[in-house]
């Protein structure tokens, strides 16, 4: 007896793709460079194979993921304001000479 003997094969059934189809995409990019073309999960930006599957992803409150030194908030903002004092102090020795 034939595998799937006795069983019609439903060439023409009408399918409900269009939820899938129309669903917004993932964003991530595969190897080759092009966009995944994957459905992205409900509420999320990425497939379930590109980190959108629940409890993907780091932990809350992960330890590992700290900046310290110089990219802490902190070091970058008083690196901005000693430009711009030195800015401000290159600009009133100009004008004094």
Excluded: D, F
């Excluded at 310290?68 to 100009?94: D, F, H, P, V």
């Amino acid at each position: 007896m034939r595998c799937g003997a006795g069983k019609k094969m439903a060439g023409n059934h009408p399918r409900n793709t269009t939820p899938m189809l129309s669903s917004r995409r993932c964003g991530a990019k595969t190897r080759s460079g092009k966009p995944c073309m994957s459905p992205a999960v409900a509420g999320k930006k990425r497939c379930r194979m590109h980190g959108g599957a629940p409890r993907s992803g780091a932990p809350r409150g992960n330890q590992n993921a700290l900046k310290y030194g110089l990219y802490t908030r902190e070091a970058i903002k008083e690196r901005r304001q000693l430009r711009a004092l030195l800015r401000q102090s290159r600009m009133l020795i100009q004008k004094i000479e």
